[in-house]
C-alpha cells in the first residue's frame, strides 16, 4: 500500500487558514456567539469546512439545496452564499434554540431571504419533498445513527450528478477502530461507511477534512 499523506500540524492548519478563502465578520461573529454555548459548540462546522461548502454549492451551480442539522447556522450561511441567484437552501433541526441564533445571524450575512427554515423531525420534512430529483446539494450533519435514513431519503430527490455531503464520517478516528457495542455513533458511522463505499447508485470519496467529510455523487 503505498501511503502518501500529510499529517495537519496546528502550524500547517493556520497556513492552511491562510491560503482559503478567509472567515468574513459575519462569520467570525456567529462563531464567537456559537462558541459562548460551551463545549456543545464543537456541533459547528470548522472554517475550511464552511468555504468548501461555498465552493461546492458554487460548482455546482446549485438552485436547491437541502441541510439536515442547523445548529446555529453557519454551514447554512456556507451553502446558500455559493447558491445561483434565486436558489434556495432548506434547513432542517428541531431546536428553536439554536436556530433562533441562525436566523439572527442569517440576517446579519444577508443570505435569510434564500433559507426556508423547518423546525421538526427531519424525515419528516424530507418525506413531504416531492418525489423527483430537482435537489442540486444536500449536507447531513446531525443524529449519527439516522443518517443512513436521511440519505435513503434524499438519494431519490436528488439530480444526477448532485450531490451528498455527510459530515464526521471520520469520527476523530474512532470508525477504524472496533467499536464498543453500546457506542451508537460510532457503529452507525462504520456501518454507514462501509454501505455507501458498495452502494452502485453512486460514486463517493471520503476527505479528511474536518472531522472526516464524504461525498456522493448520484450517478
Known amino acids: 500500500m503505498h501511503a502518501k499523506f500529510t499529517a495537519l500540524t496546528p502550524d500547517l492548519y493556520e497556513y492552511l487558514l491562510a491560503h482559503n478563502p478567509p472567515q468574513d465578520d459575519a462569520l467570525h461573529a456567529l462563531a464567537e456567539e456559537t462558541a459562548t454555548l460551551g463545549p456543545i459548540s464543537m456541533m459547528q462546522i470548522a472554517v ?54 441562525a436566523r439572527k445571524h ?74 464498543d457495542p453500546s457506542d451508537a455513533n460510532t457503529t452507525a458511522l462504520q456501518e454507514l461507511n462501509d454501505f455507501i463505499a458498495g452502494d452502485d447508485r453512486v460514486e463517493s470519496y471520503i476527505l479528511p477534512v474536518g472531522d472526516g467529510v464524504t461525498l456522493v455523487r448520484k450517478r
Not at 71 to 94: E, K, N
Not at 113 to 136: H, M, N, V
Not at 146 to 170: C, K, S, V
Open 106 to 179: 442569517w440576517q446579519r450575512a444577508g443570505v435569510a431571504d434564500k433559507i426556508d427554515l423547518r423546525i421538526g423531525p427531519a424525515i419528516e420534512t424530507l418525506k413531504t419533498l416531492p418525489a423527483t430529483p430537482t435537489i442540486d446539494l444536500a449536507f447531513i450533519d446531525a443524529d449519527k445513527p439516522a443518517y443512513r435514513q436521511y440519505y435513503e431519503e434524499l438519494l431519490p430527490r436528488l439530480r444526477q450528478n448532485g450531490l451528498i455531503l455527510l459530515d464526521n464520517t471520520l469520527w476523530s478516528g474512532r470508525v477504524a477502530g472496533e467499536a
Open 48 to 101: 475550511e469546512q464552511g468555504a468548501f461548502l461555498t465552493f461546492l454549492a458554487g460548482l455546482l451551480d446549485a438552485k436547491f439545496a437541502v441541510e439536515i442539522g442547523t445548529f446555529t447556522g453557519y454551514s447554512a450561511i456556507s451553502i446558500a452564499r455559493g447558491l445561483a441567484p434565486g436558489g434556495r437552501l432548506l434547513c432542517c433541526d428541531v431546536s428553536e434554540e439554536w436556530t433562533g441564533i
